[in-house]
Structure formats: C-alpha cells, structure tokens
T-cell receptor, first 113, second 113 residues
Framework: KQEVTQIPAALSVPEGENLVLNCSFT??????LQWFRQDPGKGLTSLLL?????REQTSGRLNASLDKSSGRSTLYIAASQPGDSATYLC????????????FGQGTILTVHP | NAGVTQTPKFQVLKTGQSMTLQCAQD?????MSWYRQDPGMGLRLIHY???????DQGEVPNGYNVSRSTTEDFPLRLLSAAPSQTSVYFC????????????FGPGTRLTVL
C-alpha cells in the first residue's frame, strides 16, 4: 500500500526566503505526482504535475522535482511571500492504486512579513 | 467557466437523516470523484466515476451512494447520516482519469449531530 509522508508538518519563514517542502513515498510504481495548495476553508488548487518520466517541473517561483528511485519529491518556493501562506499537499497517482490519488498530510506554510 | 461547484457550503444534519451533496462541473471532464478530508486522516477517496453511467468505490464508500447520469453532475448521497460522517467533502474532476490534473470544488462542511 502506497504511503505518502510530508515533512515538515509546519514551517514558518520570513518573507523573501527560499524554502523546500518534502514529500516521500513508499511505492515507486507511480504515474505522476501532483503538488496542491489549499487555503484555509477552501478547496485544493493544483500547482504542478510531474509525470513519472520527468525529473522536474517549473511554474513561476515554484519548482518541483521527482526522484522515483529514492521515493522523493521536493517543492521549491523561491523568494517566498506572505501570499504563499497555505497548506501544501502532494498526491500520487500510483500504478497499484487504480482510480485514486494518495495524498500526504500536508505542510502548513506561514510566511511572515 | 465556473469550474467545479459544490452545494451546499455548510450543512448540519441529525443522526439518521439523509441528504445529497451536489457537485457539478462545466469543463466536460470525464473523471469525477468525491473525497472527504478529516484532521489527521488527510484526504480519502469515497467514490469516483470515469464517465457517465460508470461509478466505482474508493477507500471509504460505506454509508455513501453515487450516480452519474450526466457528464456534468456527480451527486453524493448520505443514506443515513452518522456522527462519523462529520467532515469536509470535496468533489474533484479531471479531463480523462485520476492521472490528470485534478480540479477541486470549494468543499461542503458537514456536521452530523
């Protein structure tokens, strides 16, 4: 059974810092991995999707990497801003989990001015 | 495009009552799904559909029923509400299946007394 772990559970940084969020998984037989953002009381917004054949994806100040062999993905946020404060979740579409994504518990990010 | 819409936003039920959570999307997506989000448990898949007329169970289907008569709508029915069903419910859709970028609705916060 696929297990997804996100470390740290919470992170507080000053504005302007570069930061890395981590996602690890136990089963490397995945189709892809998505990073989502969730604001309090809101739904999830997909930020980046990395296919299993890719090593990284970039969107603006966000860069996500994927290393299937080590079961790890990272989300790099450059020059963080208070508006980046949210919960960040990773989710895997796995080969043995037909029909569903397996989510991590999320990292709560606070960027203070 | 309105994207994925969910109604109601909030609902309070008494134990034993039934109700339907509504989900609609206007993106002509084939895949739709229902998740529940609980503290410490993350997001768990309840039911999903890969197209009109086709539904299947997820991880936690007991006590819930779904149907998919049109591409646009995917309602979730609670047959006899229990306090254990107190949760935030999210509907999501994607172009073809669970490996595509997922678009989430804003959620329904349900309390069962």
């Amino acid at each position: 059974k696929q297990e997804v772990t996100q470390i740290p559970a919470a992170l507080s940084v000053p504005e302007g810092e570069n930061l890395v969020l981590n996602c690890s998984f136990t089963d490397s037989a995945i189709y892809n991995l998505q990073w989502f953002r969730q604001d309090p009381g809101k739904g999830l917004t997909s930020l980046l999707l990395i296919q299993s054949s890719q090593r990284e994806q970039t969107s603006g100040r966000l860069n996500a990497s994927l290393d299937k062999s080590s079961g790890r993905s990272t989300l790099y946020i450059a020059a963080s801003q208070p508006g980046d404060s949210a919960t960040y979740l990773c989710a895997l579409a796995g080969g043995t989990s037909y029909g569903k994504l397996t989510f991590g518990q999320g990292t709560i990010l606070t960027v203070h001015p | 495009n309105a994207g994925v819409t969910q109604t109601p936003k909030f609902q309070v039920l008494k134990t034993g009552q039934s109700m339907t959570l509504q989900c609609a999307q206007d993106m002509n997506h084939e895949y739709m799904s229902w998740y529940r989000q609980d503290p410490g448990m993350g997001l768990r898949l309840i039911h999903y559909s890969v197209g009109a007329g086709i539904t299947d169970q997820g991880e936690v289907p007991n006590g819930y029923n779904v149907s998919r008569s049109t591409t646009e709508d995917f309602p979730l029915r609670l047959l006899s509400a229990a306090p254990s069903q107190t949760s935030v419910y999210f509907c999501a859709s994607s172009y073809s299946d669970w490996t595509d970028t997922q678009y989430f609705g804003p959620g329904t916060r349900l309390t069962v007394l």
